[in-house]
């Protein structure tokens, strides 16, 4: 009786699972953004081995040259390969927006879990505060942190991934909210469960779906305050490959060296849009209600 | 109704309160000290003691705090490290430059975002749809200063055809009425300031507004797909009404609501943005003075800028808040 039980459910969960893969597969733009992402990740793992040229290697003599044969998107103000700064620079973008996401998860998680599970005074506090830092617009936040920090990927990293914990901690908790009162939730209280058992073993997994689509999208912005914070010159140190670094010390020579402020706008618009593209399928792959 | 106002602004205390603490602890305990920052590397230690003692530093952090308050309060920002002039002035000379990109924008965006999430829903699954879907999914992966660089590079670079930067040619700005200068120059009849505001105004406002129409346009589609499967806009139909009818005066009025919502959210997004916008244009607005004041470490003018950008979020939030309860008389708020 039991591996009965134990059989129908691995099947309910595979076939759920292979459902999911469908809908995905089904939706032509999420699998190109799939594919993108995943070239990019190759790209950002093998940057040493693709790259044409050495990143840093400053030659002054063929500062500012347009696009060649030799350096296929021309070279900037230091006489660095664009081409082979904008494939190191996959690896910052990839980072910091992963990362950023991460913490902002991690902690959001929590706190809105919490929030959500108690109620209470727990909730009030947690809240206020979450409305506090909603009251900035982010990149404002994420800019007074970055002055506050000092420049550096991993300073980029705390302010990024801080600003953005409100989102995440507000879906959880009003995911769990509306899953609490459920008949599983009552059960697994009712044999005994603890707390934390019941958050972390019973709701956490039943609101993954709107998190995970959430955190997709999540990184596409997180990677776009990077590239803001770089552009504004309080991202990453230079001679660091970022960006919005680059672009924003192109923005000198934008009456002579227009290929310094096309190139890596371009994959920074890519990168985000592949981000997008899945995100949104994500979506309608796990929910189709909301379609 | 009243009652729903009033509770809402009670409520805008503690969050303005809240923005005021993040501020404090995040510009004053966590950075490094002021007094040494504006002396400079040469001070000695006994001048900087002084200046700390003179500046309250040397006080308790809940002294600190409650002197950074009644200051505050009273409008005091202190004075900016590096113009030496009264942060608040500052603030008040460039806040309409700021606000006036945002307005414009957000007309913009509002107009052509509408205007693409209706095309969109109306003739859903066709080539039109697909392409403002597409454009849309454009316009929230591109950073703005990114489009603004190509703006600049198209018509500035290329076409020479509009300013790259500034608010306005040297010599014209218009007599002082409002602040803003299309306002201004129209009030005193100044038509060359005038024109000359409006060109340098365009591209940084369509760079700023290209976020927002893009959001606008997606929140528009998806409401107005839900709208047209009512029942009312068969009956609608049915009745024999002209389609253009039933789609403007029944589905696009029901379909505003959330749509509102996300322009108004969108107003303070603006805010941010304009950091962005003011700083590729050099558009001498609170974003762009706020960046120098970053990279030349001056800390009251950070301050205040800030705590000014973050009280107008907040505030245009809680004014869009109050015209959704007037738009649908289906929420209830207690």
């Known amino acids: 009786m039991e591996e009965e039980v134990l059989e129908l459910e691995t099947t309910a969960k595979t076939s759920g699972f292979k459902d999911f893969v469908k809908r995905f597969k089904r939706n032509k733009a999420a699998v190109a953004g799939l594919t993108i992402l995943v070239i990019l990740m190759l790209v950002a793992i093998f940057a040493p081995y693709i790259a044409p040229y050495d990143p840093y290697d400053a030659q002054m003599q063929i500062a500012l040259q347009q696009p060649s044969a030799q350096h296929l998107l021309g070279c900037d103000e230091l006489g660095r390969d664009v081409l082979s700064r904008i494939i190191y620079g996959a690896r910052i973008s990839l980072r910091v927006g992963l990362e950023a996401v991460a913490i902002a998860l991690g902690i959001g998680i929590f706190l809105g879990a919490l929030a959500g599970y108690y109620g209470g005074w727990i909730d009030l506090l947690i809240m206020r505060v979450m409305d506090v830092m909603l009251a900035f617009p982010s990149i404002l936040l994420a800019i007074a942190f970055m002055a506050v920090l000092g420049r550096g990927i991993d300073n980029a990293v705390i302010a990024i991934g801080i600003v953005s914990i409100p989102e995440y901690a507000r879906i959880v908790r009003g995911s769990v909210l509306s899953v609490k009162e459920n008949d599983y939730v009552m059960a697994a209280r009712a044999i005994g469960n603890s707390n934390n058992g019941i958050i972390f073993r019973h709701i956490l997994p039943n609101i993954i779906a709107p998190i995970v689509v959430r955190a997709t999208l999540g990184i596409s912005s997180a990677i776009l305050d990077t590239a803001a914070l770089g552009f504004l010159g309080l991202g990453v140190k230079p001679p660091d490959a970022e960006w919005g670094t680059m672009l924003g010390m192109g923005r000198g020579y934008i009456w002579n060296a227009t290929h310094l402020l096309t190139y890596p706008g371009l994959a920074i618009t890519t990168t985000v849009l592949a981000f997008n593209l899945m995100g949104d399928g994500l979506r309608d792959a796990l929910d189709p209600r909301l379609r | ?334």
């Open chain 2, 1 to 334: 109704m009243a009652r729903y106002i009033l509770k809402r602004l009670l409520l805008l205390i503690p969050v303005l309160l809240g923005v005021l603490i993040v501020v404090f602890i995040v510009l004053r305990v966590f950075t490094n000290d002021p007094a040494a920052m504006m002396l400079g590397q040469h001070a000695t230690t006994a001048q900087v003691e002084a200046l700390r003692h003179q500046l309250g530093l040397d006080q308790p952090l809940y002294v600190q705090f409650g002197n950074y308050l009644w200051q505050i309060l009273h409008g005091d920002f202190g004075r900016s490290l590096m113009t030496k002039t009264p942060v608040i002035q500052e603030i008040a000379a460039r806040f309409p430059a700021t606000i006036e990109l945002a307005l414009v924008a957000i007309i913009l965006a509002t107009f052509f975002g509408l205007i693409m999430g209706v095309v969109a829903a109306v003739k859903q699954n066709s080539f039109w749809d697909y392409f403002t879907m597409l454009g849309a999914l454009v316009g929230v992966s591109m950073p703005i200063f990114w489009l603004g660089l190509l703006l600049i590079i198209l018509f500035s670079v290329i076409m020479g055809v509009l300013p790259p930067a500034g608010r306005i040619d040297i010599g014209l700005e218009p007599v002082r009425v409002t602040g803003f200068y299309l306002l201004d120059s129209l009030l005193t009849g100044n038509w060359a300031a005038f024109q000359s505001a409006f060109k340098h105004l365009i591209l940084p406002a369509v760079a700023l507004a290209s976020y927002s129409t893009a959001i606008i346009a997606r929140m528009t589609r998806s409401t107005m797909l839900e709208v047209i499967r009512q029942d009312y806009i068969r009956t609608a139909r049915a009745k024999g009404l002209p389609e253009r009818v039933v789609v403007y005066k029944h589905a696009l009025r029901n379909a505003m609501i959330p749509v509102i919502t996300v322009i108004g959210l969108q107003m303070g997004a603006l805010l941010g943005g304009a950091v962005l916008t003011e700083t590729v244009f050099s558009w001498p607005g609170l974003g762009s003075r706020l960046v120098d004041a970053i990279l030349a470490a001056d800390y009251p003018m950070v301050q205040g800028t800030v705590i000014i950008i973050a009280t107008v979020f907040v505030v245009v939030n809680l004014i869009v808040d109050i015209i959704y309860a007037f738009l649908d008389p289906r929420i209830h708020y207690s």
